[in-house]
């Protein structure tokens, strides 16, 4: 264990945040995401939430400065009705931590194919529909 890093976040995540440069992004995925055929780099933290793992995150990694959204989510797909509220928490989060930032809206298949392009993605135990979340990594300053 370590002072000050997150529990939550665990060594294998922490070696990724690490290796991470600017600009590259990282998937937070809930429960229904096909992370594993996804990912290039897959991250197991079941049996927890997204919010909870943002927070941990932003605790040490900055979002990007340089792009208009550093944040993106995937849309919910036309005709269904629903309303994600996770989307609220994200902005809390993101506001404690990061300040306010403009959080992209991403169609689900192109969602998909940016998620394919990430340098990782970090399957949770999320169970709120569309609650996937992509960040972008800053410059430590």
């Not at 928490?89 to 998620?115: P, Q």
Request: net charge negative; charged share 30%.
């Amino acid at each position: 264990m370590l002072k000050k890093i997150p529990s939550i976040l665990s060594p294998e995540l922490l070696k990724v945040l690490m290796e991470m440069g600017h600009s590259d992004e990282i998937v937070i995925s809930d429960g229904n995401f096909p992370a594993a055929s996804m990912a290039q780099r897959l991250i197991r933290l079941d049996g927890h939430d997204i919010p909870t793992i943002l927070e941990a995150i932003l605790e040490l990694m900055p979002l990007d400065t340089y792009v208009e959204a550093p944040v993106a989510l995937m849309e919910v797909t036309p005709g269904d009705d629903y309303k994600p509220t996770i989307w609220e928490d994200y902005k809390r989060v993101i506001k404690d931590k990061e300040g306010d930032h403009h959080l992209e809206m991403v169609e689900r298949f192109a969602f998909y194919e940016r998620a394919k392009k990430a340098y990782a993605v970090v399957a949770t135990g999320e169970q709120a529909l569309y609650a996937n979340i992509i960040l972008k990594k800053g410059v430590v300053k």
